[in-house]
């Protein structure tokens, strides 16, 4: 299932211009930080370690600039950013749900820098409501020195739980998995943590939970009650 699409078209490498343009995109960023978010975020982090230190201070200021709403003059790092695609090459970054796991698949083939960017420009397009979410993401995905999986969209999302439901609807999720009907009125603070004690009880196996699964049952148990905690 594709959760979620970006298209960089880029300077061929053998052309001495330096141009970006943007192509197809599928960028959902509601619940913040959306596929479209982790998407955009992935690509920075696994192309920023390719940049020096003076274009990587750039595109921290660059990223700054996008969450602000500044207008971001031309061009951008050296690489000018124009509509037309017509003699550029592409890359395709997609997000990736299977079953449950999610999993990015990065098809790049211009220079790192042409990609961050790409994701910088992809970010400034979105709505002005989405945009400064959007900046915080790209932000922290930039200071992250680690491989890009679990670990990466949990640090993204803010989130212990990276299942395709809990990202795709967090409130959803947290009602489901502490036992609460879905589409009933808000549950209050003590009504979560009610759900939550007797949750923990079931599923630890000193009261007959599964031993395999209790860590994690646990670790769900505990982030449902902190999204309707903060919801709440």
Do not use: C
């Not at 959306?34 to 690509?43: A, C, D, K, P």
């Not at 420009?121 to 680690?146: F, H, I, T």
């Not at 007797?198 to 646990?218: N, S, T």
Request: glycine share 10%; no cysteine; hydrophobic share 40%.
């Amino acid at each position: 299932m594709l959760l979620a699409e970006l298209e960089i078209f880029h300077t061929r490498p053998a052309v001495p211009t330096r141009r970006v343009a943007l192509g197809h995109m599928v960028l959902p960023v509601d619940p913040a930080p959306g596929f479209g978010g982790l998407l955009l975020g992935s690509v920075v982090a696994a192309h920023l370690g390719g940049l020096n230190d003076d274009q990587a201070a750039d595109v921290h200021r660059l990223i700054l600039e996008v969450g602000q709403g500044g207008r971001i003059v031309q061009p951008r790092l050296r690489h000018r950013f124009q509509v037309d695609r017509h003699g550029l090459a592409v890359s395709n970054h997609r997000l990736i749900g299977d079953g449950d796991e999610i999993s990015f698949d990065f098809n790049s083939n211009g220079t790192d820098l042409s990609q961050v960017l790409g994701a910088i420009y992809a970010a400034e397009r979105l709505a002005p409501e989405y945009r400064r979410n959007a900046a915080d993401v790209l932000q922290k995905a930039s200071r992250w020195r680690g491989p890009i999986g679990a670990s990466f969209i949990a640090h993204l999302a803010g989130s212990q739980t990276t299942t395709l439901e809990a990202l795709a609807d967090p409130l959803g999720w947290a009602l489901s998995t502490l036992g609460f009907e879905l589409g009933s009125k808000k549950p209050s603070k003590r009504e979560v943590t009610s759900k939550f004690r007797k949750g923990m009880r079931d599923v630890h196996p000193d009261h007959g939970g599964d031993r395999d699964h209790a860590a994690k049952a646990m670790s769900d148990l505990a982030e449902a009650r902190r999204i309707l905690s903060a919801k709440g």
